[in-house]
T-cell receptor, first 116, second 111 residues
Framework: AQKVTQAQTEISVVEKEDVTLDCVYE???????LFWYKQPPSGELVFLIR??????QNEISGRYSWNFQKSTSSFNFTITASQVVDSAVYFC?????????????FGQGTILTVHP | DGGITQSPKYLFRKEGQNVTLSCEQN?????MYWYRQDPGQGLRLIYY???????QKGDIAEGYSVSREKKESFPLTVTSAQKNPTAFYLC??????????FGSGTRLTVV
């Protein structure tokens, strides 16, 4: 069975600090996909990134960057120069490749608070 | 604009009552899902449906029921058998292999 663990329950930083959210996953599958979602106070989940298991290239999108390391089964998310608008709950999620019904397995979530 | 509409945004239930949460989509997506969110536990899958008139239990289906009579609609009923229904409920659809869209959620509180 798959499992996703987000070690940090809550993180509090001051604006302009860099912050890294950790995500570790467990699976026996060789093909899988990893996701990060942002949940602002309004409640909806906002898609940030999807990564497949064959692509270990790190990705940068503006102030966001992701570090995928299969050797340590980790898919960490870094926000550079954090802003108050980054305050939200962030979820890491996993899905096994070839799954017929597309079940996402979520981590417990990390509450990020960015103070002005 | 295409999207998912969940209603109501807030719902209060008396103990022993059944309540139904609405999820409507105009994205023309075949697959629909219901997730439950509790603090510190992430999102857990309640039910999912891949096509009309078909649905499957997820990880925590006890005390819940669903129907899928139309492609656009996937209502979730929280029955009196659900002992701890207070939670945030999210509906989602899926297009293609891994393109998920989530609704804005319904917050259910037992009073």
């Amino acid at each position: 069975a798959q499992k996703v663990t987000q070690a940090q329950t809550e993180i509090s930083v001051v604006e302009k600090e860099d912050v890294t959210l950790d995500c570790v996953y467990e699976t026996r599958d060789t093909t899988y996909y990893l996701f990060w979602y942002k949940q602002p106070p309004s409640g909806e989940l906002v898609f940030l990134i999807r990564r497949n298991s064959f692509d270990e290239q790190n990705e940068i999108s503006g102030r966001y960057s992701w570090n995928f390391q299969k050797s340590t089964s980790s898919f960490n998310f870094t926000i550079t120069a954090s802003q108050v608008v980054d305050s939200a709950v962030y979820f890491c999620a996993f899905i096994a490749g070839g799954t017929s019904y597309g079940k996402l397995t979520f981590g417990q979530g990390t509450i990020l608070t960015v103070h002005p | 604009d295409g999207g998912i509409t969940q209603s109501p945004k807030y719902l209060f239930r008396k103990e022993g009552q059944n309540v139904t949460l609405s999820c409507e989509q105009n994205l023309n997506h075949d697959a629909m899902y219901w997730y439950r969110q509790d603090p510190g536990q992430g999102l857990r899958l309640i039910y999912y449906s891949q096509i009309v008139n078909d649905f499957q239990k997820g990880d925590i289906a006890e005390g819940y029921s669903v129907s899928r009579e139309k492609k656009e609609s996937f209502p979730l009923t929280v029955t009196s058998a659900q002992k701890n229904p207070t939670a945030f409920y999210l509906c989602a659809t899926r297009a293609g292999a891994y393109g998920y869209t989530f609704g804005s959620g319904t917050r259910l509180t037992v009073v």
